[in-house]
């Protein structure tokens, strides 16, 4: 990947990161109005194993930590997730701006511990939305 392709890749994504966490805010928990709907449940009828995620990641921004876990049990490990991905965006771009450091090792490490990151995160996540996919999708159940 050219240097500048993988400069341009980590501020995209730190500013979408960025993104979540102040839609988070401004559109929080204590609001009935969300301008964004979940697409599976708009499309299938059916809550996702993220649903709720917003509004965890409101009462996370808001220190309300048993609140989070209350709407959505996976909203601490996945906002955790877009943080640390949030300070290896950062990292990435200090690293090209201010080292010598090679892009090929900054990119293999950030891949390595991206994956890694991601496994450890959604791995209980993945196979419940195949789960819901198949029963609706599949057999035309619903769950």
Known sequence: MKPKAYLFL??????????VFVYSVI???????????????EL???KCPTCGM????SAILKGRFTDAITIQPNSIRVFLFL?????MRITAILLMLK????VKIILNTDIILSLLFFILTFK???????YIYYKMLITGSSV
Do not use: W
């Open 54 to 57: 917003l509004s965890g990641f």
């Open 10 to 19: 980590n501020y995209t994504f730190a500013g979408l990161i960025l993104s």
């Open 83 to 87: 943080f640390i991905q949030l300070l």
């Open 99 to 102: 080292t010598r450091i090679p």
């Open 27 to 41: 559109f929080n928990m204590d609001n009935t109005y969300q301008p964004v709907k979940c697409i599976h449940e």
């Open 124 to 130: 209980s996540m993945i196979p419940q939305t195949f």
């Open 44 to 46: 299938l009828g059916a």
